[in-house]
Structure formats: C-alpha cells, structure tokens
C-alpha cells in the first residue's frame, strides 16, 4: 500500500506533523498521570473542543434534536455539550489502555451471566458476529473481551497518517490481543471467514456511515446508511449474532439471532431485516446513556456514496466469500 503522506500538501503536512507530535506528546504524559487525572483532562479537552468546534457543535445538537425529538432545543444543546465532555473523559480511559499494567476490565467489568450468553452463542461452533457502536469505552470492549477469553478478530479503518496508526491505534489493540485487520484490504473478507470457522468472534461497529456496502434502514428512527457486512456475513456463514455493549454498568451482550444454516445468497430482504435489528439493539443502548454516542458526526446525510454502496452490495454474489467492499 502506498504511503498516503506522498500525497499531502504543505498545509496538510503541518496540519497532519503537529497532530502526530501532540499525540506522542499526549502518550508520553498519559504514561507519567495518575489514571484520575487522564479522565480530567479528557473531559476538559472535550468542553474545550464543544466551545471552538462550532460545526461539530451544530452537527451534534441537530443530530440530537433529530433523532430524540421529544427534547426541547436547550435540552438537545445540554445533551450535546455532555457529549462532547463525556467523550474526552473516555479519550483519557482510552490512552489509560496503553499503560502497561492497564487491565481492560479494571473500569469495564464482564459480569458471568453476561459472558454466559456470549459463551453459549460461541460453543455452536461457527464464531460469533459480533456488532457493537461508538458507544461508551468501546476501545476497552474489545479488550475485556480478549481477557476474558474471547478471540477477537475486528476490520478497522486504517488512520490516514501511518504514524498515528503505528504509534496509537495498532499498538492499543496488538497490546490487549485484539486482532485488528485493515476494512479495506484484499485479504480482509476471507480473513473473516476464517476467523469464524476456528470459532472466534468478529466483531464490527456499524453504527457511522462509511464508505461501504449500506442500506438505508432506521436508526434512531431516522432513515439512515448502515452497513451491512455483518449481516451478510452471519447469513452466508449460518454465524449467531450478538450485540455487546459497553455500559456503565459493564459489558452486555444481547443475542439477536441464533446460530442457522448458511445461505450462500441471502436474500435483500434478509440482509436488511437482520440490519434494521442490529439497528434496533444499538438504537436502544444509545437512548439509555445518549450522553456517551458520538453524535458529532453526519450520521443521517443522503449521500451518493451511500446509495453506491448500497448498489454494489445488492447485486447477487457468486460465492459465499463477501468482496472487500460489503464488510
């Protein structure tokens, strides 16, 4: 793969540098604080951002009154601006992960009757797809799951500054055992399936609009893209699907589906039903703690990649192997 810094321009260059060694900068002081205090400055850099981000602001507070819309205006800003501190506090839970003697379920416990259903959804032999959200220590959640003795294997968007991928995210998962696979690499669909025939989970987050094979069905009650590789996948491959949340409370985990005889050539109809209740099981978890999405971002947009996406996922496969473009 081509190096993607050989394309930037000057401004992006000091743009994408300064970024890059503030980021070390942070890693290096998150080694030396207490726990506490990376939590403090998460939160106080998530006002800071709410206050000076006026897009970002506006788009959360639409975003807000949108999908929850029995919340007055001033109740939708409150919400966002939460938002946006409760997400830094999570970004310094986050950096808390590459501590060396971090365990992921110091903050995020996995109670046994919570592991039991992930643990009875796994013994059926065929992995388990697992589909989470942006949605509290989601970072965290993958690495409980590991301790816990839970294989992970999970496609990931590669960060646009190999730097950042090298420095942040590739040695957040590879330290607590997560596998991580670039989305959009050649070998990623195959590498799934292989990861579920040796009985592993995969897991996926599917709750932004991305660059893949979507459909546009409800989330939050409102029309919006949703990619449906996870669900293509549990089709073909007869997988059981579960939704694992990272709560305040802890880890949970809701079965939606039990495990089932392949089907090489789902139906459309199928895809988007299995979608629209993966939707509905995060929807749900978002509504019970709001304040810990992501909603700055264009969750809901009508855009022409999405119906592309959806055009190229429709069109019936040959083989039970998904493209790189529908996971």
Same mark, same amino acid.
């Given at each position: 793969?081509?190096?993607?810094?050989?394309?930037?321009?000057?401004?992006?260059?000091?743009?994408?540098?300064?970024?890059?060694?503030?980021?070390?900068?942070?890693?290096?002081?998150?080694?030396?604080?207490?726990?506490?205090?990376?939590?403090?400055?998460?939160?106080?850099?998530?006002?800071?951002?709410?206050?000076?981000? @006026?897009?970002?602001?506006?788009?959360?507070?639409?975003?807000?009154?949108? /999908?929850?819309?029995?919340?007055?205006?001033?109740?939708?800003?409150?919400?966002? =601006?939460?938002?946006?501190?409760?997400?830094? =506090?999570?970004?310094?839970?986050?950096?808390?992960?590459?501590?060396? +003697?971090?365990?992921?379920?110091?903050?995020?416990?996995?109670?046994?009757?919570?592991?039991?259903?992930?643990?009875?959804?796994?013994?059926? %032999?065929? %992995?388990?797809?697992?589909?989470?959200?942006?949605?509290?220590?989601?970072?965290?959640?993958? @690495?409980?799951? &590991?301790?816990?003795?839970?294989?992970?294997?999970?496609?990931?968007?590669?960060?646009?500054?190999?730097?950042?991928?090298?420095?942040?995210?590739?040695?957040?998962?590879?330290?607590?055992?997560?596998? *991580?696979?670039?989305?959009?690499?050649?070998?990623?669909?195959?590498?799934?399936?292989?990861?579920?025939?040796?009985?592993?989970? &995969?897991?996926?987050?599917?709750?932004?609009?991305?660059?893949?094979?979507? /459909?546009?069905?409800?989330?939050? %009650?409102?029309?919006?893209?949703?990619?449906?590789?996870?669900?293509?996948?549990?089709?073909?491959?007869?997988?059981?699907? &579960?939704?694992?949340?990272?709560? =305040?409370?802890? &880890?949970?985990?809701?079965?939606?589906?039990?495990?089932?005889?392949?089907?090489?050539?789902?139906?459309?109809?199928?895809?988007?039903?299995?979608?629209?209740?993966?939707?509905?099981?995060?929807?749900? /978890?978002?509504? *019970?703690?709001?304040?810990?999405?992501?909603?700055?971002? +264009?969750?809901?947009?009508?855009?022409?990649?999405?119906?592309?996406?959806?055009?190229?996922?429709?069109?019936?496969?040959?083989?039970?192997?998904?493209?790189?473009?529908?996971?």
């Amino acid at each position: 793969m081509s190096d993607p810094r050989t394309t930037w321009s000057r401004a992006q260059r000091i743009k994408n540098d300064t970024i890059y060694y503030l980021a070390r900068l942070a890693l290096a002081l998150a080694a030396r604080m207490p726990r506490a205090t990376l939590g403090v400055i998460g939160a106080f850099i998530g006002a800071t951002v709410h206050a000076l981000a @006026g897009g970002a602001r506006s788009m959360a507070r639409a975003n807000v009154q949108r /999908a929850l819309a029995a919340l007055t205006p001033e109740q939708a800003a409150a919400l966002s =601006r939460r938002a946006f501190v409760e997400l830094g =506090r999570l970004l310094g839970d986050t950096l808390a992960l590459l501590r060396a +003697d971090e365990r992921p379920s110091r903050t995020l416990p996995f109670a046994d009757d919570e592991r039991a259903k992930l643990a009875r959804a796994r013994a059926a %032999g065929r %992995g388990v797809v697992l589909v989470t959200a942006h949605l509290g220590p989601w970072e965290r959640l993958a @690495g409980v799951l &590991v301790e816990h003795g839970f294989p992970l294997t999970t496609p990931v968007r590669a960060s646009y500054d190999p730097r950042l991928e090298a420095a942040v995210h590739a040695r957040l998962r590879a330290r607590h055992g997560v596998h *991580a696979l670039d989305r959009d690499a050649a070998t990623t669909p195959i590498a799934l399936l292989r990861a579920l025939k040796r009985g592993e989970v &995969v897991g996926m987050l599917i709750d932004v609009s991305t660059r893949v094979a979507s /459909a546009r069905v409800p989330f939050l %009650g409102v029309p919006a893209w949703t990619p449906v590789g996870p669900a293509r996948l549990a089709l073909r491959t007869g997988a059981p699907v &579960v939704v694992a949340i990272a709560t =305040r409370a802890g &880890v949970t985990v809701r079965p939606i589906r039990d495990v089932a005889e392949p089907c090489t050539r789902p139906t459309d109809d199928a895809v988007e039903a299995l979608t629209m209740a993966l939707n509905d099981a995060l929807s749900e /978890a978002i509504r *019970a703690e709001p304040e810990r999405w992501i909603w700055m971002h +264009d969750r809901f947009g009508d855009r022409e990649t999405g119906a592309r996406a959806k055009a190229l996922d429709l069109a019936a496969a040959d083989s039970i192997e998904p493209s790189a473009g529908e996971i």
